[in-house]
């Protein structure tokens, strides 16, 4: 049975069964969902207005035994940057969407009254009803609710307090095999559930298994594919440490940004670091490897337990240890533990947040290294929708245009994650000419600026950083498409073996013949098609610009600044 | 003395006294701000940041008897609107200004330490000195300490509590005759003053006569030029009843917003009406005429009493009372004055501060109608600068994003004034294209839409309505140029004799042959010069655009949309 769109009207409460229209027949996941919003968002519409939509998309091989295969996409115009958006996230959501014969979910229009909803998929479709109990709750009792209510087996996909209040920084969170949290965090899609006034989604495991059109070359690309991601150093490394093994990489290269921007080097960082999280996790009984999905042979979760033992956080993440470690100053792995479970409960973006803190504090309304203030915010600013914890939960552009800073990190309104583009430059390109605002995941070049995968590319220096980003943009693309992590690329970049086995996984589930290039061309179409919808909604190349404090304030201790051009950054777009 | 330029640079803590370079020397007002505004600052510049300039600016007839010449331009980067922006106002900057041989004040760059300022202008030039005494004050406390400690017959320029926070609401405050304060109140003026860290200017009277080329010619054509001002209907009803004159008339055209922009008419219109302004005023013992400037023949101020006979407020406009009453639902104007009394002491914005207030209430942070809190927000929260506060004080746009609201009236982030564009189509023109975000005073044709000066157009029709707000678009740029009140425009409208004798004044005063040609190409050079900012900033003809609200929900009593395509809006530009 060939996949089918299910479509979701809040407007009249109505759903229908769509056939996929040929256009959209060879896309998943991102340039799925980016293929959706362009051809069906108005791109200048006000995003949480009713003609904005979600669109919801689980890869290509989402689904399948593929390794590392469970990515979601959820794309609409996002309410943070006002671009084309897509976000994607681990969980069980991909692989049941999949197997219940979805092809992708788009919810269009808003509900006219007061009432709030939730949306079921199973193999027979898709169902909406009204839903009151859970509201205002946070994650984590609202899966447990939901989970003893319906069914535990299910995938979950919900909005927080956050995107009830309709924050900018709200998440979709996304349930993952052990019912901890995942998160599309990027762009406040969150928000965008909540303008629809839909709490949450679940879906069925499915029983349909995903048809493959030759399941003999389809496993034995799988073997070869598993093994070049297994075996890859970087791929080990994360599943020793997570992601935050980069904590003492980034910092040793100068480019970690500490105290809202202001230097690349943090004096503590040893003691939010990977090894010192591996050693305190190991200590407390808790568990170095974690995966965020059934087929992950990575595991670059964790479980991180605190002092008692009892499960503080997973899925802890570099970029939020070091928002609020060397970002805001605050080095203790177990508050920062705490914050990013308050976080995942609120519904918020880890990054988002954590920035718009340190801005904050720049503004003075908190001290660098408060932890206690920065718990309290949390749980008494932002979680209860207070002026402030709007102002927080609306991001570190948000903050920023409150207090009159003049220092904020943001691209097209998104907060500039974990490396300094003035120390590592490549990653400056990949943030000023996303699609998406400031995203380090769109083309991760520190893989080549520091952990040397993929070549070498020397972060301090201009040359090549432009085709760097360039070629990693259009790889990431395509990768988002087919429901693989983003961590297949390390292998991907290095080992001459993965890229072919996930082409020869594509033709063998599909029956079809892709070359590398058709790859490229599927990244470059995907950038293309979504840049061509900012520029419907008014952005252009001024857009694709650092705040001015890159180019003007030297960053200690390479005491660099960022210091492209305007036009050499234009050239990002010339393929 | 030919005029000069007196720069101030905020870093260094140095000024220059400058000759005006050519290309400079027919501008004044407005067309000078913003030929140096579009010539020296960088147009994707952070407005906080130390590349943004203020440019002062009387007009080419300020200083000169010439009737209602005593308007100032004040320009700069925008922190509302990230546009251009030019903010003019009376009081008597402009005229003391001319007489102390100053074309323009440039203030650039940011001081270095924490040290506030205070700029003093004289005729033999300009000085710095460290401010300390009146730093956090209201402005009424801040100007009598000043006075005192000064001259009391100084022209005094300062930004308020809410300036020196840097809120996007923020004025730029003038002393008047009577020390009352008239404001430069859109576009958040007032913040870029408070990033520089100057918290006042004083301005001298100056001795120097402003020369006049041929004052014979030059008094002829200000008697003419008077006797159309002041013969014209429109102005004596602007005499009589204040611009309040208009609550009835646009109330009864169906387009007064009412309760945040959701109906045409506001049933206790008549409790707030110019009329009953004008009998409560002459009851309590006030002035129904006030002048803003020495040389006003209209008098369009007044001063306001509360029930005791004690001073509440003075410039008391239609738009700050449409804006709390129609708007917020306060029917009841002495809580209305009294908020105006409090917006002039924080030195906020009395448009931009309701109707972010009108949104707040339609998000549920206050009830519509809710007098006491609404003067407590002012009191307790903007004034303090509190969370709320800030969310407030950044205006409109700001309490949209805070709260998630789709309806919010604004253009360019600044908020839509008193006339609705749905039910008189010619201002949602101007609103739309203007070069400085939503204002009425762009291109007023409420004149022509509803009052019926300079002919008459449907305001309910789209003909004839792009032309209009062209055409007063073009003449306010060159009116905001010559330091004349547009309440001009009335009389240039419909007396044949008022604008030659405009243009006589002119060529009298300097001793040149203008004629309406010229005039019409210098507005539009005005507009272009802007536009082309814009453009370099970052704007497209989607900035052009009415919040999607406007072409969706019908405005009753009259039921219409605005109904402009993008096509037609653009064709503004066509000249």
Redesign the interface.
């Known amino acids: 049975m060939a996949d089918k769109i299910f479509r979701v009207n809040m407007a009249d409460l109505s759903t229908k069964i769509e056939d996929v229209p040929e256009a959209w027949m060879g896309h998943g996941g991102r340039g799925l969902t980016s293929t959706i919003v362009a051809a069906e968002v108005v791109p200048?519409?006000?995003p949480?207005?009713?003609?904005n939509k979600i669109v919801i998309a689980p890869g290509l091989l989402s689904g399948t035994t593929a390794s590392n295969s469970g990515r979601i996409s959820v794309g609409a115009k996002s309410?943070l940057t006002g671009t084309i958006k897509e976000s994607n996230s681990g969980g069980t959501a991909a692989q049941f969407l999949a197997r219940c014969g979805c092809k992708a979910i788009i919810i269009e229009g808003l509900p006219k009254g007061d009432a709030w909803y939730n949306l079921a998929v199973s193999p027979e479709g898709i169902t909406i009803a009204e839903e009151s109990e859970v509201l205002g709750m946070g994650n984590m009792a609202a899966i447990k609710i939901i989970k003893a209510r319906t069914d535990d087996k299910i995938a979950l996909m919900l909005t927080g307090p956050a995107g009830e209040?309709?924050?900018?920084a709200a998440n979709i969170s996304i349930t993952d095999p052990s019912n901890d949290i995942r998160s599309c965090g990027r762009g406040g899609l969150g928000?965008v559930m909540?303008?629809k006034k839909i709490k949450f989604i679940t879906i069925k495991p499915g029983k349909n298994k995903v048809e493959i059109a030759n399941p003999e070359a389809f496993n034995a690309a799988n073997r070869v594919f598993t093994k070049a991601l297994s075996s890859h150093p970087v791929s080990q490394a994360l599943g020793q440490y997570g992601t935050n093994v980069l904590v003492n990489l980034i910092n040793e290269s100068g480019g970690m940004p500490t105290k809202n921007f202001t230097a690349g080097q943090y004096a503590d960082h040893e003691a939010i670091s990977g090894e010192t999280m591996h050693d305190t996790i190991v200590e407390r009984g808790g568990k170095p490897k974690h995966n965020c999905h059934p087929g992950c042979v990575i595991n670059c979760s964790q479980l991180y337990n605190d002092a008692e033992g009892n499960k503080l956080t997973t899925g802890f993440e570099y970029e939020t240890i070091w928002a609020l470690g060397a970002d805001c100053s605050i080095n203790n792995l177990d508050v920062i533990a705490k914050a990013d479970q308050i976080m995942d409960d609120i519904g918020v973006d880890s990054i988002e947040v954590p920035v718009a803190i340190a801005v904050a504090m720049e503004a003075g309304v908190l001290e660098f290294g408060d932890a206690a203030e920065v718990l309290r915010i949390l749980t008494e600013e932002v979680a209860k929708g207070?002026?402030?914890g709007?102002?927080i939960g609306?991001g570190a552009g948000?903050v920023g245009?409150?207090?009159?800073v003049?220092r904020v990190p943001v691209v097209k309104n998104q907060a500039i994650p974990a490396y300094d583009p003035r120390a590592i430059k490549g990653i400056g390109i990949t943030y000023a000419t996303s699609t998406q605002g400031a995203d380090h995941t769109m083309g991760y070049t520190i893989a080549t600026n520091i952990l040397g995968v993929g070549g070498s590319c020397d972060p301090l220096s201009k040359e090549g950083q432009i085709e760097l980003s360039r070629n990693l943009q259009t790889a990431t693309a395509a990768i988002d498409s087919t429901g693989m992590c983003l961590f297949i690329a390390f292998a991907a970049l290095d080992d001459a073996t993965c890229l072919p086995a996930l082409i020869d996984l594509l033709n063998a589930r599909f029956g079809i013949s892709l070359d590398g290039n058709d790859v490229v061309n599927l990244g470059q179409h995907i950038l293309k098609t979504e840049r061509a919808f900012n520029q419907?909604?008014?952005?252009?190349n001024?857009?694709d610009?650092l705040?001015?404090?890159f180019y003007?304030e030297a960053l200690p201790p390479h005491n660099v600044v960022f210091d492209f051009t305007g036009e050499e950054i234009d050239s990002f777009w010339d393929f």
């Open positions: 200048t519409c006000h949480l207005g009713e003609d309410p209040m309709k924050m900018s928000a909540g303008s207070t002026p402030l709007r102002i609306n948000s245009k409150a207090y009159g003049t419907a909604a008014g952005f252009t001024k857009d610009r705040p001015e404090f003007k």
